[in-house]
């Protein structure tokens, strides 16, 4: 059994990481999650994230809105806006379940590696999911009329203020956590991917904390990152309008000088091979794929194709 580390954020993270659990073992298989978007709402520790990947690779995701629960209902929402509570972020009452455990977990001292596997198991999950860190980082946008916090910026703003420049709050100070670091370390990891996830948002917080970068230098795995970008445009969320904010063309090359240093290969979807030169000239070799992933057999076919990839992969060819 060989071991593959996939680092991932919100949605697109997601969809690889089931093609991922798909293609592998479940022992085979560690995802480092984001939690730069964790923030505390209503009382509760909401991990938005490591939800999306908790429900995703369980089956329980809404497909169509990306974030919460299958066969969802409103009825505490609904309440809670009689009474005049805070609506802007949407919790279901299934969902919410999944937040007041975490938060009497968290409360009574466990840690969010903890209460992740624990959450994980109970879904009937066998892939490991960690959190990238057990300690509060939390990623900060800022902005003309001052800094907002993420889901401030993301949810109850929908992205529409203009971003300056991104800050990870805590990340200094923050540690691995131990599954994380453990994987990294691994003699038998066989790759190291990098989901489609916003590079900005979702990776950038993760490639934050300390040591990180310099054990993703140290791997003599093959690492490979997956382009958000396909045609110039991002496949979902606010990646490409970030890109164009921060003054970096929206193309893969741009994400392959992002990576610069810390991945061995960037795979850019078919379609747009054309950009290959582009990317190889940041110094990354560069692959192609279909990388849109639309059905469960695109992201098990992505998965394999990586896969396939880090195996065959020369580090010198490069
Ligand atoms: N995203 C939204 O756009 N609106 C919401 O009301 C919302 C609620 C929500 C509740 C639980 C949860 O786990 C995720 C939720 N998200 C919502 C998604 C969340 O903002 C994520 O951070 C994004 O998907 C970015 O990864």
Known sequence: VSCVAALCGGVGGAKLALGLSRAL???????????????????????????????????????ERGWGRDDETWNFMTALGALGGETWF??????????VERSRR?????????????????LGIGARIAPMSDDRVRTIVHTPD??????HYFV???????AVSISFDGA??????????????????AAVIICPSNP??????????PGVRAALARIRAPRIAVSPIIGGEAVKGPTAKLMRELGVAV?????????????????????????????TRQGVACATAPTLMRTDEDKLALARTLLDLARTFRRDAA
Not at 156 to 162: I, K, M, S, T, Y
């Open 25 to 63: 073992q479940p022992e085979e298989l560690t995802l480092i999650v984001n939690t730069g978007d964790d923030f505390e709402h209503l009382g509760l520790s909401i991990s938005p994230d490591i939800d999306t990947v908790l429900y995703t690779l369980s089956g329980l995701a809404d497909r």
């Open 90 to 99: 949407q919790l279901g009452d299934r969902d919410l379940a999944t937040h």
């Open 106 to 122: 968290l409360a009574a001292g466990e840690t969010l590696s903890s209460v992740t596997a624990l959450l994980a198991a109970r």
């Open 146 to 151: 001052g800094p907002l916090s993420f889901q």
């Open 156 to 162: 109850r703003e929908r992205c529409a203020p203009r």
């Open 172 to 189: 200094d100070t923050a540690r691995m956590s131990a599954a994380f670091a453990e994987t990294l370390e691994r003699r038998d990891l």
């Open 200 to 209: 900005y948002l979702s990776i950038d917080p993760i490639l934050a904390v």
């Open 251 to 279: 193309t893969s090359a741009s994400i392959a000088a992002h990576y610069r240093g810390l991945i061995d290969v960037l795979v850019i979807e078919d379609t747009d091979a054309s950009d290959a030169a582009t990317v």
